[in-house]
């Protein structure tokens, strides 16, 4: 205010020189003293131990301290009051003897309740008996017994009931966690968390839902999970299996087949051939079969905790094993490309029939043909590759045989086999071969005409010059541009005149001279 009234006094003053004036009173200005403060250790407390409530900042001339339980300072809050000078205690309305002041202020709570919850307020008298408050708070927490989960259906149907687990017991500022198989749960599509994630409900359970479960509980000070629960869910029956897979028996074999469902409890499992109650076991025993067992049999199964039933119906045929068969050749030696057909011979019926060839499967070709139930072989054209052994084998579901080998030999030419080429190659080969050695004579005889012929027919070269002056330069002319020589020679040809059929007489011979420029370089 003193500013102020100065301002008034002395009339108007700058605002700048109201800043440089805060300014420097900023400067001079002491630190301000810390102010008194508690810190609680620990914070959170568990039931049955010891808190601290530690003073800091005490201010200088204190002669007493006084604690109060809350957040107000009165005679009726007060746990006790302590002297600095003499170090006496002086208990006040509220205390436990739990508690402990010491010389700097700081109050020990011992062996903690959760009743000890809440705020605690110091007074630290001065000796002017002016005084400074704080406050400090801690929270007890009690230690959390082991949980453990209960269920409101003890025996669930599949895809009919929904299961509600509760961890138990129920305690306060506690955080629940649920666990299957190991693995932490969340809130989805067929669980819902309820009651701050104590209750655990589980909408139209499946098999997959057994478990086992455990709950968790927390708190700031500890934590325990629970023991694990499995649920025992009803299912089944699923559609039952007949083993072994197998259908085709030969007659005098042991008929051992068992029936498999999934199912909880187990299912109870009947025995029907050709739609008669023949026994109830999982496994049916008929030594040594005959035709007479063929027929249907089914597996009825039945889960009296769900009230399904399920069935499987599996065929067994009981047939003769079959024979040894034989092959009929129309030809076993024939020529190449002719034709041979293999007949296999078996006196089975519902069988199936395979060829082989060399003891490997036959690879048929687009020579080879077979029948309509693969019993004859036809081979039409037959070709040397296809002489060998041939077999059949005929089976049925429950055996098989195979014939004795039929041995197929196949007559060729063997000059044909040594060329390997067909007659049109040789023709062409042969015709090629005539036409190149021509051309060769030709050529040899020309450049052989070349070399001797200016020497034999010099004087047919000089006699048969007309106009040479029309073909050759002065030879004295040097010019690059000059034309060649040009010489004749000649070649005579003594031709036979074609012989008469009424004559007796020889033709006679006519002689015919062909000329030809050859230039010279």
């Not at 959390?144 to 259906?153: H, R």
């Not at 190991?182 to 009651?195: D, I, K, M, P």
């Not at 079959?322 to 089975?348: F, G, H, K, R």
Request: proline fraction near 7%.
């Amino acid at each position: 205010m003193e500013p102020c009234s100065a301002t008034s006094h002395r009339g108007s003053v700058p605002w700048q020189g109201l800043l440089l004036t805060a300014s420097l009173l900023t400067f001079w200005n002491t630190p301000t003293t810390a102010l008194l403060n508690i810190e609680s250790v620990p914070s959170d407390a568990v039931e049955g131990g010891d808190v601290l409530l530690l003073v800091h900042d005490l201010p200088e001339d204190i002669i007493a301290y006084k604690w109060h339980k809350g957040e107000r300072a009165d005679s009726n809050s007060e746990i006790a009051a302590y002297a600095v000078s003499s170090g006496v205690t002086t208990p006040g309305p509220v205390y436990s003897y739990r508690e402990k002041i010491y010389s700097n202020g700081s109050l020990l709570i011992q062996n903690v309740t959760q009743q000890d919850t809440g705020f605690y307020t110091l007074q630290a008298i001065k000796g002017t008996f002016l005084g400074e408050e704080a406050i400090g708070q801690f929270r007890v927490h009690p230690v959390l017994p082991k949980p453990f989960v209960t269920s409101n259906n003890s025996s669930p149907v599949e895809g009919v009931d929904s299961v509600a687990l509760v961890c138990e017991p129920e305690t306060q500022n506690t955080t629940y966690l649920w666990w299957r198989n190991g693995q932490s749960l969340q809130a989805g599509e067929r669980l819902e968390l309820s009651n701050g994630s104590r209750i655990l409900t589980l909408l139209r359970v499946t098999r997959n839902d057994t478990g086992p479960y455990e709950c968790e509980t927390r708190n700031a000070v500890s934590g325990n999970r629970s023991d694990p629960v499995t649920l025992n869910i009803s299912y089944g029956p699923d559609a039952p299996i007949i083993l072994p897979p197998e259908s085709y028996f030969h007659p005098g074999t042991n008929l051992s087949l068992s029936c498999h469902a999934a199912s909880n409890p187990p299912a109870q499992y009947f025995w029907l051939i050709n739609g008669s109650p023949l026994q109830s076991t999982q496994e049916l025993f008929i030594p040594n079969i005959s035709a007479n067992n063929s027929g249907s049999y089914t597996c009825l199964v039945n889960n009296s905790a769900t009230g399904l039933s399920r069935s499987t119906v599996k065929n067994i045929t009981v047939t003769e094993l079959v024979s040894t068969p034989s092959i009929q050749a129309s030809n076993t030696t024939v020529a190449e490309d002719d034709s041979v057909v293999l007949t296999c011979l078996s006196n089975d019926t519902g069988i199936s029939i395979r060829w082989i060839f060399n003891d490997q499967s036959l690879q048929l070709t687009e020579r080879m043909k077979l029948s309509q139930n693969s019993s004859i072989l036809t081979i039409n054209p037959v070709k040397r590759q296809d002489a060998g052994e041939y077999r059949c084998e005929v089976s049925n579901p429950v055996s098989s045989s195979r014939s004795g080998p039929l041995r197929l030999e196949v007559n060729y030419d063997p000059a044909q086999e040594s060329s390997g080429l067909s007659a049109g190659a040789i023709a062409g080969i042969v015709i090629g071969v005539v036409a190149g050695v021509a051309l060769i004579a030709a050529l040899a005889y020309f450049l052989f005409f070349r070399k001797t012929g200016g020497a034999s027919d010099q004087h047919d070269l000089t006699e048969h010059k007309p106009s040479v002056s029309n073909h050759s330069l002065d030879p004295s002319e040097n010019s690059p541009d000059k034309v060649d020589e040009i010489a004749y020679s000649s070649l005579n040809f003594n031709t036979l005149q074609p012989k008469q059929p009424t004559s007796d007489s020889p033709s006679p011979i006519v002689t015919e001279t062909v000329y030809s420029e050859v230039k010279k370089k």
